[in-house]
C-alpha cells in the first residue's frame, strides 16, 4: 500500500551542495539518501515530495557535512501482511513464480499458483494436472501476501493464490462467468417450481 509520510529527522547535506540555496541542498540530498532505499520503518521509498520546515544547520567537528533538523514528506509503498496486491508474472521457475507488484518482486510458491498439482512444462509455464489451468511470464494476476522479511539487502515478500478470488486475472473472469450461469440455472428453476404451484388446480371433495 502506498502512504505519503511526514518524516522529521537531521538531514546530513554533504559539502558538495554547499553551493546551492539550503532548501535546494536538502531536497538533494534527501533525494540521494532515500530514494529507491528500502528498510523496516518505512518500506519502499519512491519520492520525496519536498521540505516544510528547515531549522538553522549545525556543524560537527571532525565532519565536514552540515546537519538541518527538517520535516519532509516521502511518498513510500509498504507491503502489509494478508494485502491484496495486483501485479504482473515476470519470471516462471520450476520452485514457483515471482510477480512485480508496485516496486518490489514477490515470490509465489509453486503450492501457491492454483488450488491443483502444478507443474512446469516444457513452454516455460506452470500448468495445473486437473484444471488445465495455465501460468505465464506476463500474466496480470491477483494475490495475497502471506510473508514479509527485511532480512538483508533484498526484503523477500512472499505471495498466494490459492485462495478464492485469486489467480491470474482469466481464471478469475472465467469463475465469474461460471458462477452468472449457475446463478441463471437456479433461478430457473425457482421460477419453474413457483410456476407450476400457482398453476395447479385444487381439488374438492364433497362431504357426503
Same mark, same amino acid.
Given at each position: ?19 546551492? &540555496?539550503?532548501?535546494?541542498? *536538502? ?9 529507491? /532505499?528500502? =528498510? @523496516?520503518e518505512f518500506g519502499y521509498i519512491i519520492a520525496v515530495v519536498g521540505v516544510d520546515n528547515i531549522e538553522e544547520g549545525v556543524l560537527i567537528p571532525n565532519d565536514g557535512s552540515a546537519y ?34 508496485? &516496486?518490489?518482486?514477490?515470490? *509465489? ?9 502444478? /507443474?512446469? =512444462? @516444457? ?66 428453476? *425457482? ?10 388446480k385444487k381439488k374438492e371433495t364433497k362431504a357426503k
Open positions: 500500500m502506498f502512504y505519503l509520510l511526514e518524516v522529521e529527522d537531521h538531514v546530513r547535506v554533504e559539502p558538495k551542495h554547499f553551493g546551492l &540555496p539550503t532548501r535546494e541542498a *536538502i531536497e538533494k540530498q534527501l533525494n540521494e539518501s532515500f530514494v529507491n /532505499s528500502v =528498510n @523496516k538541518y533538523k527538517s520535516i519532509f514528506k516521502l511518498v513510500v509503498w509498504r507491503p502489509e501482511l494478508h494485502e491484496l496486491v495486483y501485479g504482473t508474472i515476470t519470471e516462471i521457475t520450476n520452485f514457483g513464480a515471482f510477480m512485480q507488484v508496485g &516496486p518490489a518482486q514477490g515470490m *509465489i510458491h509453486i503450492s501457491q499458483t492454483m488450488d491443483d498439482y502444478v /507443474s512446469l =512444462n @516444457k513452454t516455460g509455464t506452470l500448468s495445473g494436472k486437473t484444471s488445465k489451468r495455465s501460468l505465464a511470464k506476463g500474466d496480470d494476476c491477483i494475490a495475497r501476501i502471506v510473508a514479509i522479511s527485511y532480512k538483508g539487502e533484498n526484503p523477500k515478500i512472499g505471495l498466494t493464490m490459492r485462495q478464492p478470488g485469486l489467480g491470474k486475472i482469466e481464471w478469475l473472469a472465467e469463475r465469474k462467468k461460471k458462477q452468472e450461469v449457475a446463478a441463471k440455472k437456479v433461478a430457473k428453476e *425457482i421460477a419453474k417450481e413457483t410456476k407450476g404451484v400457482k398453476g395447479g
